[in-house]
């Protein structure tokens, strides 16, 4: 079992609420990616952090925002949320530049109504 | 930018025989293929990857190849198990330690006991 955990577990929006997810990386990981999986999809980037910077980018509009603290635990906040934001959104960790896999979180369900 | 396209969606066999799932990419520069096994509810689980300096890696009854001249490369999973039964994604990568995994749209294998 990894040691990715994210909070909360599910969560229930309005449509226009904003919204903050938590997680907390691996011991001794310094990197962390967020991905959005909607229903029967792949996971999508989202962005990463690295060393409390973000260096990397997917396709999501800037109300999707982020945080790396200096624990490495990292939030995912979107702003304005829409319908189509509900998907389950993954955290995963890793050491950079050490070469190893991504840890996967068990993610949190979004559910914007 | 990258993209990853998965084949088959479904696949459906029987306990004992082969599974073969393949995936193309895109960007000739990508170099680390990893691939997830997820079960329902849960976390994407690396279960093998692959360096572009490869052409092939085994792990028991799992094996990865990768052609890199057709920017194709495929899981191989022998002997079949009902608890192999799960979803399976193939991702791409232009760094080597799964910066900006790209992922495919999964494929759903079901192992007929």
């Known amino acids: 079992e990894t040691g990715v955990t994210q909070s909360p577990t599910h969560l229930i929006k309005t449509r226009g609420q904003q919204v903050t997810l938590r997680c907390s990386s691996q011991?001794?990981?310094?990197?962390v990616s967020w991905y959005q999986q909607a229903l029967g999809q792949g996971p999508q980037f989202i962005f990463q952090y690295y060393r409390e910077e973000e260096n990397g980018r997917g396709n999501f509009p800037p109300r999707f925002s982020g945080l790396q603290f200096p624990n490495y635990s990292s939030e995912l906040n979107v702003n304005a949320l829409e319908l189509d934001d509900s998907a389950l959104y993954l955290c995963?960790?890793?050491?950079?530049?050490?070469?190893?896999?991504?840890?996967f979180g068990p993610g949190t369900r979004l559910t914007v109504t | 930018g990258e993209n990853v396209e998965q084949h088959p969606s479904t696949l459906s066999v029987q306990e004992g025989d082969s599974a073969v799932i393949k995936c193309t990419y895109s960007?000739?520069?990508?170099?680390?293929f990893p691939w997830y096994k997820q079960e329902l509810g849960k976390r994407p689980q690396l279960i093998i990857d692959i360096r572009s300096n490869v052409g092939e890696k085994k792990d028991q009854r799992i094996a990865v190849t990768l052609n890199k001249t057709a920017k194709h490369f495929s899981l191989h999973i022998t002997e079949t198990q009902p608890e192999d039964s799960a979803v399976y994604f193939c991702?791409?990568?232009?760094?080597?330690?799964?910066?900006?995994?790209?992922f495919g749209a999964g494929t759903i294998l079901r192992v007929k006991s």
């Open positions: 995963a960790s890793r050491t950079l530049p050490v070469m190893g896999e991504q840890y």
């Open positions: 011991s001794g990981h310094n990197t």
């Open positions: 960007d000739s520069a990508s170099n680390y």
């Open positions: 991702a791409a990568s232009t760094q080597e330690y799964g910066n900006k995994l790209v």
